[in-house]
C-alpha cells in the first residue's frame, strides 16, 4: 500500500509540481475565461469556484488533511490494517456529507449568484468533484504516494485546460464548469479504483479522537482558507458584474505563488507527525525553523516584485480594461504574502492532534472575525477594495497568532527575521506610495532591481551570519538544531 520514501526533499518537490500544476490549471481557466469572455463570465466562474471550495472547508478539506496525518501515523507505526479502516472510515463520511453540501451549494449559488438550474447543477457537480479530490490528494499524501499524486494532478491539469479550450472554441458559455468536474472527478477516481484492501476496523476511541479531529480541523480551515473564498463570495454578490471580474482578476494574480507555500504544507504534514509520533521534538523544531527562514527568503522577494510589478503585469495578462483591479491586488499581495509565512509553523501546531488542531482553529477564527468586521465596514464604500484590505485585516491575525505562538513556545530566534520581513513590506510599501510612474515597464522593472538587489544582499549577509553562529556553536560542542 506504500511506496518507498524517497526523502523529504523529493516529496516537497514533487508535492510542489502537483500544486503548480493544479493551481496553474486554475489560473489558466481564469485567464481564457478573462481575456475572452470578459470581467462578468470571470466574475460569475470564480465565484462559483469560491462557492464549491468554501464547501469542500465544511468537511471534505479537513478530511483529506486528516487522512493525512492518522494514515502516515498509522503507517509509521506498522499498522497498514489501521491505516486502511481510516481511508474507509474518512471516505464513508466524506461522501454522505458532500452529498447535502451539494444539495446547500446549488441553492446559495441561485440566491448569490443568481444562475440558472443548470448552472447551479454545475456548481454542484464542482462541489462533488472538488470535495472527493480533497480528500484522495490526503490520502494518497497519507500513504506516502508523492510521485502517483503528482501525475495524477498532470493528468488533471492537462484534461481541465484542453476541456475548456474545446467549450470556448464551440461557444458552449454553460459549460465553463464541465472542465473543472471531469479534472478533479478524474483525480479523484484514480484513488477510488485502488482503495486500501487491508483488513482493520476502528475502535470507538480511535473514531472519537478521528471526528474531534476533523470538526476541529473544519472550524481552522474554514476560518482560515474560507476567509480568501468569501472575500469572493462576498464581492461576486455585492460587487456583482465588473466588479466581481476585477476582484476575480486580482485574485487570479496574488495567489499563485501560494501553492509553492501549500505545497511545502502538504508534504511536510505526513513527515511531521511521523516525527512527532516517534517522539522526536527536535528534527519537528528544526524543520519549523528552516521552512520559515526559507520562506521569507524567497516568498519576500516574490510578492515584493508582483506588488512593483502589478499595473503593468494585469494589463499584459488580462488587458487594460482590468487596470481598475491594480489597488485591490496590491493589498490581495501582502496578505497572501502574510497567509505563506507561518505554514510551518501552523503544520507544528496541528499536528499534535486534537488539542493542536483546535488551537489552530481559535486562532484562524480571530482573524476571521476580524477580517469580516472589517470587510462590512468597507465594501459599502470602498467596494472591491473594501473586501480586500478585510481579507488583509484578517490574514494579518490568522498568520500573526501562530507565527508568534510557535516563536514563543520553541524558542525559536526570529526576531531579525520578523525584522527583516517587516521592513520589506514597510519599503514596498512606501515605494508604491510614491511611485506615480509604476504604471509603466521601466519604472516598474527598475524599483524590482533595486528591490531584489537589496534583498540579495541582505540574504547573503543573513546567511553568511547564520553559518558563522553555527560553525562557533559546534566548535564548542552546542546544539545543531538551530538550522
Same mark, same amino acid.
Given at each position: 500500500?506504500?511506496?518507498?520514501?524517497?526523502?523529504?526533499?523529493?516529496?516537497?518537490?514533487?508535492?510542489?509540481?502537483?500544486?503548480?500544476?493544479?493551481?496553474?490549471?486554475?489560473?489558466?481557466?481564469?485567464?481564457?475565461?478573462?481575456?475572452?469572455?470578459?470581467?462578468?463570465?470571470?466574475?460569475?466562474?470564480?465565484?462559483?469556484?469560491?462557492?464549491?471550495?468554501?464547501?469542500?472547508?465544511?468537511?471534505?478539506?479537513?478530511?483529506?488533511?486528516?487522512?493525512?496525518?492518522?494514515?502516515?501515523?498509522?503507517?509509521?507505526?506498522?499498522?497498514?490494517?489501521?491505516?486502511?479502516?481510516?481511508?474507509?472510515?474518512?471516505?464513508?463520511?466524506?461522501?454522505?456529507?458532500?452529498?447535502?453540501?451539494?444539495?446547500?451549494?446549488?441553492?446559495?449559488?441561485?440566491?448569490?449568484?443568481?444562475?440558472?438550474?443548470?448552472?447551479?447543477?454545475?456548481?454542484?457537480?464542482?462541489?462533488?468533484?472538488?470535495?472527493?479530490?480533497?480528500?484522495?490528494?490526503?490520502?494518497?499524501?497519507?500513504?506516502?504516494?508523492?510521485?502517483?499524486?503528482?501525475?495524477?494532478?498532470?493528468?488533471?491539469?492537462?484534461?481541465?485546460?484542453?476541456?475548456?479550450?474545446?467549450?470556448?472554441?464551440?461557444?458552449?458559455?454553460?459549460?465553463?464548469?464541465?472542465?473543472?468536474?471531469?479534472?478533479?472527478?478524474?483525480?479523484?477516481?484514480?484513488?477510488?479504483?485502488?482503495?486500501?484492501?487491508?483488513?482493520?476496523?476502528?475502535?470507538?476511541?480511535?473514531?472519537?479522537?478521528?471526528?474531534?479531529?476533523?470538526?476541529?480541523?473544519?472550524?481552522?480551515?474554514?476560518?482560515?482558507?474560507?476567509?480568501?473564498?468569501?472575500?469572493?463570495?462576498?464581492?461576486?454578490?455585492?460587487?456583482?458584474?465588473?466588479?466581481?471580474?476585477?476582484?476575480?482578476?486580482?485574485?487570479?494574480?496574488?495567489?499563485?505563488?501560494?501553492?509553492?507555500?501549500?505545497?511545502?504544507?502538504?508534504?511536510?504534514?505526513?513527515?511531521?507527525?511521523?516525527?512527532?509520533?516517534?517522539?522526536?521534538?527536535?528534527?519537528?523544531?528544526?524543520?519549523?525553523?528552516?521552512?520559515?527562514?526559507?520562506?521569507?527568503?524567497?516568498?519576500?522577494?516574490?510578492?515584493?516584485?508582483?506588488?512593483?510589478?502589478?499595473?503593468?503585469?494585469?494589463?499584459?495578462?488580462?488587458?487594460?480594461?482590468?487596470?481598475? !483591479?491594480?489597488?485591490?491586488? &496590491?493589498?490581495?499581495?501582502?496578505?497572501?504574502? *502574510? +497567509?505563506?509565512?507561518? /505554514? %510551518? @509553523? #501552523?503544520? =507544528?501546531?496541528?499536528?499534535?492532534?486534537?488539542?493542536?488542531?483546535?488551537?489552530?482553529?481559535?486562532?484562524?477564527?480571530?482573524?476571521?472575525?476580524?477580517?469580516?468586521?472589517?470587510?462590512?465596514?468597507?465594501?459599502?464604500?470602498?467596494?472591491?477594495?473594501?473586501?480586500?484590505?478585510?481579507?488583509?485585516?484578517?490574514?494579518?491575525?490568522?498568520?500573526?497568532?501562530?507565527? !508568534?505562538?510557535?516563536?514563543? &513556545?520553541?524558542?525559536?530566534?526570529?526576531?531579525? *527575521? +520578523?525584522?527583516?520581513? /517587516? %521592513? @520589506? #513590506?514597510? =519599503?514596498?510599501?512606501?515605494?508604491?506610495?510614491?511611485?506615480?510612474?509604476?504604471?509603466?515597464?521601466?519604472?516598474?522593472?527598475?524599483?524590482?532591481?533595486?528591490?531584489?538587489?537589496?534583498?540579495?544582499?541582505?540574504?547573503?549577509?543573513?546567511?553568511?551570519?547564520?553559518?558563522?553562529?553555527?560553525?562557533?556553536?559546534?566548535?564548542?560542542?552546542?546544539?545543531?538544531?538551530?538550522?
Amino acid at each position: 500500500m506504500t511506496e518507498r520514501r524517497p526523502g523529504l526533499a523529493r516529496d516537497t518537490g514533487l508535492s510542489t509540481l502537483g500544486i503548480l500544476l493544479s493551481g496553474g490549471a486554475q489560473f489558466v481557466v481564469s485567464l481564457l475565461v478573462g481575456r475572452i469572455s470578459g470581467p462578468d463570465a470571470l466574475g460569475l466562474i470564480r465565484g462559483s469556484l469560491s462557492l464549491a471550495t468554501t464547501a469542500s472547508l465544511l468537511w471534505p478539506s479537513a478530511a483529506g488533511q486528516s487522512a493525512s496525518l492518522f494514515v502516515a501515523r498509522s503507517l509509521g507505526a506498522g499498522e497498514p490494517g489501521r491505516a486502511a479502516a481510516y481511508e474507509r472510515h474518512l471516505t464513508r463520511t466524506t461522501a454522505a456529507i458532500t452529498v447535502v453540501l451539494a444539495v446547500a451549494v446549488a441553492a446559495v449559488a441561485r440566491l448569490v449568484l443568481d444562475v440558472s438550474v443548470v448552472d447551479s447543477a454545475w456548481v454542484a457537480a464542482l462541489v462533488v468533484a472538488f470535495s472527493a479530490y480533497q480528500l484522495a490528494r490526503g490520502i494518497r499524501f497519507g500513504r506516502g504516494q508523492i510521485a502517483r499524486a503528482t501525475w495524477w494532478e498532470a493528468a488533471a491539469a492537462a484534461i481541465m485546460v484542453g476541456l475548456l479550450v474545446a467549450v470556448l472554441l464551440v461557444q458552449l458559455p454553460g459549460l465553463y464548469l464541465a472542465p473543472l468536474v471531469t479534472g478533479y472527478g478524474l483525480y479523484a477516481a484514480g484513488v477510488w479504483l485502488r482503495p486500501a484492501r487491508e483488513p482493520g476496523r476502528l475502535g470507538a476511541r480511535e473514531r472519537a479522537e478521528l471526528g474531534t479531529f476533523v470538526v476541529w480541523g473544519v472550524a481552522g480551515t474554514l476560518a482560515s482558507s474560507g476567509l480568501l473564498q468569501l472575500s469572493m463570495v462576498i464581492a461576486a454578490a455585492v460587487e456583482a458584474g465588473r466588479a466581481a471580474g476585477l476582484y476575480a482578476a486580482a485574485i487570479s494574480l496574488a495567489t499563485p505563488m501560494s501553492m509553492v507555500a501549500r505545497a511545502l504544507s502538504m508534504a511536510l504534514f505526513p513527515e511531521m507527525a511521523r516525527q512527532h509520533g516517534r517522539g522526536d521534538e527536535t528534527v519537528t523544531r528544526a524543520i519549523t525553523d528552516r521552512v520559515t527562514r526559507g520562506l521569507v527568503l524567497v516568498m519576500v522577494p516574490a510578492f515584493g516584485s508582483v506588488a512593483l510589478l502589478a499595473e503593468p503585469l494585469m494589463v499584459l495578462v488580462f488587458g487594460t480594461e482590468y487596470r481598475d !483591479a491594480v489597488p485591490a491586488l &496590491r493589498v490581495l499581495l501582502l496578505a497572501v504574502l *502574510l +497567509t505563506t509565512i507561518p /505554514v %510551518a @509553523a #501552523v503544520n =507544528s501546531i496541528n499536528v499534535r492532534g486534537p488539542r493542536g488542531v483546535r488551537a489552530s482553529a481559535l486562532m484562524s477564527w480571530g482573524g476571521l472575525v476580524v477580517g469580516m468586521g472589517t470587510i462590512g465596514a468597507l465594501v459599502g464604500s470602498r467596494g472591491i477594495l473594501g473586501v480586500a484590505v478585510g481579507y488583509l485585516a484578517g490574514s494579518a491575525v490568522t498568520a500573526g497568532l501562530p507565527y !508568534a505562538y510557535v516563536w514563543r &513556545r520553541d524558542g525559536h530566534r526570529w526576531c531579525p *527575521l +520578523t525584522l527583516a520581513l /517587516v %521592513a @520589506a #513590506v514597510l =519599503s514596498v510599501a512606501a515605494t508604491l506610495a510614491a511611485g506615480a510612474r509604476l504604471t509603466e515597464w521601466t519604472w516598474s522593472l527598475g524599483a524590482t532591481a533595486v528591490f531584489l538587489i537589496t534583498w540579495g544582499l541582505f540574504a547573503r549577509l543573513f546567511s553568511q551570519r547564520r553559518r558563522s553562529r553555527a560553525s562557533r556553536r559546534d566548535a564548542h560542542g552546542g546544539s545543531v538544531t538551530e538550522l
